[in-house]
């Protein structure tokens, strides 16, 4: 199956490398294959992002590390930082 | 076009505008520097209902960037603030919740707002509230701030639809240390990007 992968700020940096066929697209989104019932927790393990606090929309709507992705999902990550 | 996001009302649509915020609730989590000053803004703005909520009291290095006084240090922040605004305008409706939020008490606290500004001070809590607001409150617009410290350019600080239904107003880096502390004017510009999203999104105007 393939998502579309979205990550902001300082995660931009372990966005995978873009591919021949992708196209101009977005500089924080990629899509991405994975297998068939990749969770969101065995996406974030994969890419080895950072430890810290995150915000996970799965579709526009907040999804936990245990929801498994489906094929064209878009999955997005934001690390925010603090400061109020 | 010069301004496609921007249509002028003419002055009898001017009213209709300040009727549409006098009918609408906002709720505010946090009410620190991004949080006390987003209120002040809307209460002049004319909105007619704050939902506000923090759990902590006024503090004198609060005084640097916050909407409170000298000789309200040490009062509760939702009671100070509440002084503070109906000194502005008596008009205003104001639900006043001196607690800390999260996802045992959101949706019973802010269930109704038309808008939630996210204004709290910790990268975890700013996750779990948009996390708990997404799951609890959905269709509401989360407006969120993240990347506000330090002296960096004030143009770094713009509002973006971030995903879904989050708005998010900052540079998104910028995080608050000790080599990097929260300056008035730059806690100030966020906070207006906060509130005036806030009316955008209350007119009907989602881009940022």
Known sequence: MQIELAL???????????????GP???HARPMDLPDGTTVGQVIARLDLPVGPRIVFVNGRHAPDSHSLANGDRLAIFPPVAGG | MPYPTHPVPAPDEYAALRARLGSSRVGVIGLGGLGSNVAWMLARAGVGTLVLADHDVVDASNLERQFYFADQVGREKTAALTDNLRRITAEIRLECFQAHIDQSNISRIFEGVDVLVEAVDSAGDKAMIV???SEQLPGVPIV???GIAGYGSPNDIITRHLMGDVWMVGDLVSEVSAEHPLFASRVAIAAGHQAHMTVRLLLGYPQA
Do not use: K
């Open chain 2, 131 to 133: 996390a708990a607001a």
């Open chain 2, 144 to 146: 969120a701030a993240s």
């Open chain 1, 25 to 27: 697209g977005s500089s």
């Open chain 1, 8 to 22: 902001f700020a300082h995660l931009t940096s372990y966005l995978p490398p873009a591919g021949a066929d992708d």
